[in-house]
């Protein structure tokens, strides 16, 4: 037999509740950052910068600029091209997720190592670089992207 006894709690304390009250009834799109900082109970850590991008950047952090808003344009266009399953925006959850990936995961598609380093360059303003990059990328790699080049 144990030395203590655990007792059910079904009712929280009154002025906790008031306090923790964003806790208890969630908004459909999540803590804002001042209802969040009351449940941390002090002030927010700063956000991480965003640029300049690196391999590590999340995929929806590129909309920081013009040719990073086009590029993610383009790829939820793909990726609703055809889904059965779609919620309201057009994508299915699953899809959505893959914004939240970095830069870095995109290579287990079709892209090598070379062209996410050389879009890397292109969305932090190296044009010339990053096309070179890319370029180079697309002869080392699988055989579907050298028609395109």
């Not at 950052?33 to 002030?43: H, I, P």
């Not at 893959?98 to 969305?123: C, H, N, S, W, Y």
Request: glycine share 10%.
């Amino acid at each position: 037999e144990a030395p203590f006894e655990v007792l059910p709690r079904t009712e929280v304390d009154p002025e906790l509740r008031r306090r923790l009250e964003p806790y208890y009834d969630v908004k459909p799109h999540g803590f804002s950052d001042q209802t969040a900082a009351a449940l941390w109970n002090g002030k927010l850590p700063d956000p991480l910068p965003v640029k300049p991008f690196n391999r590590d950047t999340a995929v929806k952090d590129i909309k920081h600029c013009a040719i990073g808003r086009f590029a993610l344009f383009v790829f939820r266009r793909i990726l609703a091209k055809g889904k059965v399953d779609r919620d309201e925006g057009g994508l299915n959850h699953n899809d959505e997720a893959i914004f939240d990936m970095p830069l870095r995961a995109v290579t287990m598609g079709k892209m090598t190592d070379k062209m996410v380093e050389g879009a890397v360059d292109v969305l932090n303003g190296h044009w010339i670089r990053g096309s070179k990059k890319v370029r180079e990328g697309v002869h080392e790699g699988p055989g579907t992207w050298k028609g395109l080049f």
